[in-house]
């Protein structure tokens, strides 16, 4: 089974100021990736995902993840965030092979001080 | 505006009511989803209709029976529920059941929901 691991639940940070959210995940095989932010009142939407190729993948809004295998990471960065950055992030996993379901982390609230 | 659209967008409803949950996609899917957004925990998957077949139920109690009359509905009939079954219901949709091709998922705004 897949899990998925979100080390903060909350990270304020300062208009401008770049961000790092924390993901691990744990499978005994392939995955693929994918973080996902839901806005205030809204559903989910897809930000970005890493099915192969290049480890780091750039998603929308100035998003970026880097892969990282050896150390179970997919951590999100933006160099510099805005107010309307305020969200709840969500990492999730899937396997390549089998029964594909995304496995959801619990989430990071990002809020953004002006 | 995901193409996604639930109804209603909040409900209140006492343990011995019956109430209902709607969700329609104009994306032209053939996956549906509910799932179970509570705070401080993971999305839980609830249930997946493929070609408006149940594929998966989640271990879900029997209070909540999903409905999916063709692929563009999805409901989720509720009855007798208990006041830890407040949370938010989001429904999604996809080109098909998450697998090879990857497809990404599409999703509502949600309807939450308080028990009383």
């Known amino acids: 089974a897949q899990s998925v691991t979100q080390l903060d639940s909350q990270v304020p940070v300062f208009e401008e100021a770049p961000v790092e959210l924390r993901c691990n995940y744990s499978s005994s095989v392939s995955v693929y990736l994918f973080w996902y932010v839901q806005y205030p009142n809204q559903g989910l939407q897809l930000l970005l995902k890493y099915l192969s190729g290049s480890t780091l993948v750039k998603g929308i809004n100035g998003f970026e993840a880097e892969f990282n295998k050896s150390q179970t990471s997919f951590h999100l960065r933006k160099p510099s965030v805005h107010i309307s950055d305020t969200a709840e992030y969500f990492c999730?996993?899937?396997?390549?092979?089998?029964?594909?379901?995304?496995?959801f982390g619990q989430g990071t609230r990002l809020t953004i001080n002006p | 505006e995901t193409g996604v659209t639930q109804t209603p967008r909040h409900l209140v409803m006492g343990m011995t009511n019956k109430k209902s949950l709607k969700c329609e996609q104009h994306l032209g899917h053939n996956a549906m989803y509910w799932y179970k957004q509570s705070a401080k925990k993971p999305l839980e998957l609830m249930f997946v209709y493929n070609f408006k077949e149940q594929t998966e139920n989640n271990s879900v109690p029997s209070r909540f029976s999903p409905e999916c009359p063709n692929s563009s509905h999805l409901f989720l009939h509720l009855h007798t529920l208990q006041p830890e079954d407040s949370a938010l219901y989001l429904c999604?949709?996809?080109?098909?059941?998450?697998?090879?091709?990857?497809?990404?998922?599409?999703f509502g705004s949600g309807t939450q929901l308080s028990v009383l």
């Open positions: 999604a949709s996809s080109q098909d059941e998450l697998g090879a091709t990857n497809e990404k998922l599409f």
């Open positions: 999730a996993v899937s396997r390549i092979q089998g029964a594909q379901k995304l496995v």
